[in-house]
């Protein structure tokens, strides 16, 4: 449980892919509008644009690479929230509420149940 396995989860480009080359996700790059200023010819509003267009296929690039990291990430979590509840580690009750709340939005713990009042 505290070995850290291999990613199984591989980001290239916009691309999210398994080990084995399965594609599992496409991250889309949210280009900005298009807006032709007056007198502008159509090469100078793309040479306008180069740079908000690099950013966006930036983002989705690192959007990519997040998504990839995500299994990762969580795996570890649980390996964290496993050692405090075994008493190996000491987590103030802020942060343990921070890592519960990411893990049941994941999908890895069960809410808790509220009993009758």
């Given at each position: 449980m505290n070995e850290i396995k291999n990613t199984t989860l591989v980001a290239n480009n916009e691309?999210?892919?398994?080990e084995d080359g399965?594609?599992?996700a496409t991250v889309w790059t949210?280009?900005?509008e298009r807006e032709q200023l007056v007198g502008e010819s159509w090469m100078q509003m793309m040479e306008r644009m180069q740079p908000a267009k690099s950013a966006a296929e930036a983002m989705a690039v690192q959007r990519a690479k997040e998504f990839a990291a995500a299994n990762d990430a969580l795996m570890v979590l649980e390996m964290l929230a496993a050692d405090a509840d075994a008493g190996k580690v000491m987590i103030p009750s802020g942060l343990r509420l921070s890592i519960d709340a990411a893990l049941i939005k994941a999908g890895r713990k069960e809410a808790p149940v509220r009993t009758g009042e």
């Open positions: 691309r999210v892919r398994l399965t594609l599992i949210q280009y900005p």
